[in-house]
């Protein structure tokens, strides 16, 4: 009995954090929209930050619960977010890149897995051979992850601002904001408290449940976002918002969770570490291969299938 209702929380869970995602995304681009912002600011942070809300939730509460479930989610989502949706997205529309964005977006992306995986890997502010992230890592990684802030706050007049996300007013904008908030973490919450039960249930390992599971249903509103805005042809808000969720689980959310309470994870996150940063690798290659800036649907595919494979491997390792 005790079984069913944790799974019970599990669904619930998942439903409130997508649903609070949903309204906190809403809010901030109402906000985003009353000051007349560019969709690809929109996009990166707003939506970006927005959509890994229940990312943050979760790794919050998975490092009090002590087990390694918020870190799985969060390599797990990224490599989630570029192999499988933008290759699904550009398998029904070919996705158009800007050269801005590669050349400055996507290597920061880069740069940025690159940043968190040094950190967790080896003890750069930790003692001896701890494999984690120390409250001084932490602020290393908020403190870059501030700098893109500022950085795209600079080039946030670089843009055409036009879209099609309704504006509430400014009250009305707040309060979305902040409901959207409390579902995230109290589903973020039941979220992890029901991914043990389960991991439990079938004799499976944290990690490998963040990475599959949990991963994937938190990363639904990227999702969401992504083939809403393909299909609107809001190419900027597709792709931004992905991009602007990996940076932000990097540096943003392990960052704000080493800072509560240091991560202590295990020497099997190496391999799934490699993977995000291959996606990420992929992704900045493939749009130099064929078609400058252009991810075909021979791409898609690729991507598709490489994430599949990552799938297989993880659940072969255990």
């Known amino acids: 009995m005790e079984t069913v209702v944790s799974i019970l929380f599990f669904l619930i ?26 969709n690809w600011f929109i996009g990166v942070v707003i939506v970006g930050i927005g959509t890994s809300i229940p990312e943050l939730s979760i790794n919050i509460a998975s490092v009090f619960n002590g087990n390694t479930i918020g870190l799985g989610t969060i390599i797990g989502s990224n490599t989630f977010n570029i192999l499988f949706i933008l290759g699904l997205s550009s398998l029904f529309y070919p996705i158009a890149m800007k050269r801005e964005w590669v050349l400055k977006d996507f290597i920061f ?6 940043a968190a995986s040094t950190v967790i890997i080896f003890p750069i502010f930790g003692e001896g051979d701890y ?16 700098l893109w802030i500022f950085f795209m706050f600079r080039r946030k007049q670089e843009f055409e601002s036009s879209g099609d996300y309704k504006i509430f007013v ?27 039960t389960i991991a439990r249930l079938f004799g499976v390992s ?26 609107k042809r809001r190419v900027d808000i597709a792709v931004g918002n992905i991009v602007g969720s990996n940076i932000f689980d990097f540096l943003g959310i392990i960052g704000i969770t080493a800072m509560i309470k240091p991560i202590q994870v295990f020497s099997s996150v190496r391999f799934d570490i490699v993977a995000t940063l291959f996606a990420a690798l992929a992704l900045f290659a493939m749009t130099f291969i064929g078609r400058k800036y252009i991810l ?5 595919l690729f991507f598709v299938s490489m994430y599949f494979l990552y799938i297989l491997i993880a659940i072969w390792k255990g």
């Open 13 to 38: 869970g998942f439903f409130i954090l997508i649903k609070g995602a949903g309204v906190l995304v809403s809010g901030a681009s109402s906000i985003a929209r009353i000051f007349n912002i560019s």
């Open 109 to 114: 992306n880069i740069l940025a897995i690159v």
């Open 131 to 146: 494999l984690g992230v120390t409250r001084y890592e932490g602020g290393f990684l908020l403190g870059f992850f501030f």
């Open 170 to 196: 400014f009250i009305t904008s707040l309060i979305m904001i902040f409901a959207g908030i409390i579902g995230v973490f109290l589903g973020g919450r039941w979220v992890v408290g029901g991914a043990e």
């Open 206 to 231: 944290d990690a490998l449940i963040g990475l599959t599971i949990v991963a994937v249903g938190t990363s639904l509103p990227e999702l969401a976002v992504s083939i809403t805005a393909l299909i």
């Open 296 to 300: 075909s649907r021979f791409e898609g």
